[in-house]
């Protein structure tokens, strides 16, 4: 039998593994999915009217929740990564011949797809509260695919801070920067009404232009920089990530 469909069957099995998991944990579904919108309803709601943006805050605020939705589903994966290895479940796999890529796989997967369930569900609630896009049939196809790269990226970065951790419990912390960065970004307030120091921080950060490209995509008005240095940054992070995650798991497993 060919390895390759062996390869694609076994991190079938993994996903499915992984989605079962999530789905017996109240705590990873809220941290994931529930918490940004909670965190939607107050920045849109309690928030929204001390900032100064362009037309209406929860269309200046949808393409960060994005994001931020995202990066908030990671910490998780980090530690169920961490606690596979450290628990012996890897050489469990081992000893039934499982690919070692769908290992790893199985984890990116199950995480970009958890992370794209989040971004739907804060695309329907800001539907909800008020956000109107004005992005054609292609700029959608686009957002979707930078949610997408993005997701993706950030998955392999995950699973390799969960390789390279001790502990599940610094697995998880691991995660703490990428949670925060959003935050010191322009997915709240426009970076140029930043202090010194702060605004130049939020300008050449790797969410900025992110952020910008999903919000020009979403108004119908792209700004073809910001989705250079987009995609610049997805793709620097996987490689990043998957780099650094193969090497660890080659030398822990």
């Known amino acids: 039998m060919s390895t390759v469909p062996t390869a694609f069957g076994d991190a079938a099995i993994m996903l499915r593994r992984n989605f079962k998991h999530t789905a ?4 990873t579904v809220f941290q994931a999915v529930l918490f ?33 939705a ?9 530690a169920a990564v961490n606690g596979d290895m450290t628990k012996g479940i890897i050489n469990r796999f081992k000893a039934m011949d499982v690919s070692h890529g769908a290992v790893l796989a199985g984890h990116v997967v199950s995480t970009t797809v958890r992370s794209l369930i989040a971004d739907a569900a ?3 609630v800001g539907f909800a509260m008020g956000f109107r896009p004005r992005a054609s049939f292609l700029q959608w196809l686009a957002a979707i695919g930078i949610m997408v790269l993005l997701a993706f990226a950030t998955s392999w970065l995950t699973v390799a801070m969960g390789l390279g951790a001790k502990t599940a419990e610094s697995a998880g912390l691991s995660t703490v ?45 792209p700004s073809s920089g ?13 490689l990043l990530g998957y780099v650094w995650a193969v090497s660890a798991f080659r030398k822990r497993a």
């Open 177 to 221: 920067p990428l949670i925060m960065l959003p935050f010191l970004s322009s997915a709240f307030v426009p970076a140029d009404t930043m202090g010194t120091g702060v605004r130049q921080f939020a300008e050449y950060q790797p969410f900025t232009p992110i952020i910008e490209t999903l919000r020009g995509l979403l108004t119908g008005n």
């Open 36 to 68: 940004p919108i909670v965190m939607m309803l107050m920045f849109v709601y309690v928030f929204g009217g001390a900032f100064k943006v362009e037309g209406k805050y929860v269309d200046y605020a949808v393409p960060g929740l994005i994001v931020m």
């Open 24 to 27: 017996r944990n109240p705590v």
């Open 70 to 78: 995202i990066t908030y589903g990671l910490g998780p994966t980090a």
């Open 122 to 124: 804060i695309i329907g």
């Open 226 to 238: 910001d989705a250079f240095a987009a995609l610049a940054w997805c793709v620097g992070l996987g």
